[in-house]
């Protein structure tokens, strides 16, 4: 059984990408390297994803282990500053990456580095499908026969925090995509 939280390394790392996508005019002009306000772009999208997801960390911290795990025996106080820390590091690492790859002349690889990091995301969300779809306990998730649970879509407080989760990615990601893009248009293309 894979954890759901794993489902937001996956989501970070892509979207890391995607913000360096839309700089390739600045990288390839400037030749960046290291750690570029491009780079941190990705890294506070990690970071700003993490703290929005984080009622689901306090609220249902067994959904969030995918029930993997018993979050009693985690409490989520312990790892969840690890666990935002660790999203902002894998949203720069593929900012970093795209922007490595981008400088170097390998935009179509740095474009496949994204499209292989949306991959996982479809593959570990398959592969945690019906964890992510019920919201449940531990204990109940792995009672013979099963215990209660109830569909996400009918968890109001979930349905909300999907809205929070979506309109703080949507509010950081778009305009720092479209300042790249305006910023680039006035380079000359290489």
């Known amino acids: 059984m894979v954890a759901t939280v794993l489902i937001d390394f996956q989501t970070a790392f892509p979207v890391g990408v995607l913000l360096v996508l839309f700089a390739r005019r600045q990288i390839e002009s400037e030749q960046v390297a290291g750690f570029t306000r491009y780079v941190r772009a990705g890294a506070i999208f990690g970071l700003i994803y993490g703290l929005a997801v984080g009622y689901w960390c306090f609220a249902y911290p067994d959904w969030m282990w995918g029930y993997a795990v018993d979050a009693a025996a985690w409490p989520t106080l312990w ?112």
């Open 79 to 190: 790892w969840y500053p690890g666990f935002v820390l660790a999203l902002g590091i894998v949203g720069g690492a593929g900012s970093w990456m795209a922007q490595a790859l981008i400088a170097r002349g390998r935009f179509w690889w740095a474009l496949g580095v994204g499209l292989f990091g949306a991959w996982l995301l479809i593959s570990v969300w398959a592969m945690t499908f019906d964890e992510y779809m019920n919201l449940s306990t531990y204990a109940d998730w792995h009672a013979i026969p099963r215990g209660p649970t109830m569909p996400t879509n009918e968890a109001s407080d979930w349905a909300i925090g999907s809205v929070v989760v979506t309109i703080a990615m949507l509010l950081y990601a778009i305009p720092t995509m479209a300042g790249f893009f305006l910023e680039g248009r006035r380079l000359p293309r290489h």
